[in-house]
Nanobody, 124 residues
Framework: QVQLVDSGGALSVAGGSLRLSCVAS????????MAWFRQAPGKEREFVAS????????YYEDSLKGRFIITRNKPNNTMWLQMNSLKPEDTAVYFC?????????????????WGQGTQVTVSS
């Protein structure tokens, strides 16, 4: 059973940067498609970005392209989300997620394993 532990959330001012981490443990980590989602207060969980098992295929929510970068390091079982030029509307709990499937989906139901979430707060 794969387990995910995400971290790195913090308080930032607008225009700042943060880097979130997600460490996977358990079998077959390297064969998983992984992703980041976020959930703001009172809103549904939404897709941020995903990355294929090789680390070369990535997909982003359109409005976040150019500001957020998703990467992974297979030997260290770690995935990151570099967030730049942060805005107050980026405030949310960020979750890493993983799936054994072959589809880089953007829906919550496309992923079976979830981290516990890490809080990102951006002040204006």
């Amino acid at each position: 059973q794969v387990q995910l532990v995400d971290s790195g959330g913090a308080l930032s001012v607008a225009g700042g940067s943060l880097r979130l981490s997600c460490v996977a443990s358990g079998p077959a980590y390297s064969n998983l498609i992984m992703a980041w989602f976020r959930q703001a207060p009172g809103k549904e969980r939404e897709f941020v970005a995903s990355i294929g098992w090789s680390g070369t295929e990535t997909y982003y929510e359109d409005s976040l392209k150019g500001r957020f970068i998703i990467t992974r390091n297979k030997p260290n079982n770690t995935m990151w989300l570099q967030m730049n030029s942060l805005k107050p509307e980026d405030t949310a709990v960020y979750f890493c997620a993983a799936t054994k499937g072959s589809h880089m989906g953007t829906g919550v139901r496309d992923y079976e394993v979830w981290g516990q979430g890490t809080q990102v707060t951006v002040s204006s």
